[in-house]
């Protein structure tokens, strides 16, 4: 097994099993309210979406939900399970046959008593080339919103749809995605 020796100490850290490969990096502006990553690559295991998100929005909560739609589908055919924590409360959540896409509460609205502040997201898909079995999403994702909204949100999900994932939309939620976002996606080779 090959690895590499780090620290003085002797850590021993094993190699890693796959690597990331940069696809495709939106940076939205002026009013637009969804990006698309399409004609994705099939030769990946999984994909990986990560994000920095702010939202045009002025009103309503300062964490607001973005949406990730596989292939553009808007059918009721995702399952979603969520956690969300904002340093008082926690609560956990679980929806069937939601049409809108697999949401995230990463984007961080403009009206926010946090002006520079954006919300971060990092979204796992697993075997999304498969044409046999349906998709899971994993994601992770926050913001510093000093307590008014959720600061961390956990979620699995599933979309159910045996067709390979060949583009992914992302759409915010409430009004248009502000200047400073980014949103990007790789590729993981697999072992």
Avoid: C
């Amino acid at each position: 097994m090959a690895g590499i020796q780090l620290g003085l100490i002797g850590s021993y850290v094993p190699a890693v099993s796959g690597s990331f490969e940069s696809i495709a990096t939106s940076t939205p502006s002026g009013g637009t309210t969804s990006i698309t990553f399409s004609s994705i690559p099939q030769t990946f295991k999984s994909l990986q979406v990560r994000s920095i998100v702010r939202d045009t929005s002025t009103g309503g909560y300062d964490a607001i939900p973005v949406n990730i739609r596989p292939n553009n589908d808007a059918t009721s055919i995702y399952a979603i399970h969520s956690l969300r924590g904002d340093g008082t409360t926690v609560t956990a959540d679980g929806y069937t046959g939601q049409p809108q896409g697999l949401p995230w509460a990463a984007a961080i609205r403009s009206g926010s008593s946090n002006t520079t502040t954006y919300g971060v997201m990092i979204l796992d898909i697993i075997d999304y080339t498969s044409t046999s079995k349906y998709k899971t999403l994993r994601m992770i994702s926050g913001g510093n919103v000093n307590g008014t909204g959720s600061v961390i949100s956990l979620d699995s999900a599933l979309w159910q749809s045996t067709s390979a994932i060949t583009s992914l939309t992302i759409r915010a939620d409430s009004t248009a995605f502000a200047s400073g976002t980014t949103i990007s996606l790789y590729g993981i080779k697999g072992a």
